[in-house]
Nanobody, 127 residues
Framework: QVQLVESGGGLVQAGGSLRLSCVNS????????MGWFRQAPGKEREFIAA????????YYADSVKGRFTISRDNAKNTVYLQMNSLKPEDTAVYYC????????????????????WGQGTQVTVSS
């Protein structure tokens, strides 16, 4: 059973940084492609960033490219989202998601492609 638990959210001023973590407390992390999504009140869930299971391929939404960085430590069963130069429009609940991937190069940007989700962590950016 895969269980994803996010942490690291909070309140930060515009221009600040946060690092989110997502730990898989279940079975091995190694063959899981991972992604980060966010959902603001009244809006649909939005793709942010994704990484393949070997950690050498990434994909970002245009809205965060150059500001956010996804990374993973398979030995720690953890994926991270480093968020810099935060803006008020980044305010949302952030979710990590995992997908068992048959191919090491697989990077996925659609929420429908993911099998497992965390409970979310709130990020609030004040102006």
């Amino acid at each position: 059973q895969v269980q994803l638990v996010e942490s690291g959210g909070g309140l930060v001023q515009a221009g600040g940084s946060l690092r989110l973590s997502c730990v898989n407390s279940g079975r091995t992390f190694r063959n899981y492609a991972m992604g980060w999504f966010r959902q603001a009140p009244g809006k649909e869930r939005e793709f942010i960033a994704a990484m393949n299971w070997s950690g050498d391929r990434t994909y970002y939404a245009d809205s965060v490219k150059g500001r956010f960085t996804i990374s993973r430590d398979n030995a720690k069963n953890t994926v991270y989202l480093q968020m810099n130069s935060l803006k008020p429009e980044d305010t949302a609940v952030y979710y990590c998601a995992g997908k068992l991937s048959a191919v090491s190069a697989g990077v996925y940007s659609s929420a429908k492609q993911y099998d497992y989700w965390g409970q979310g962590t709130q990020v609030t950016v004040s102006s």
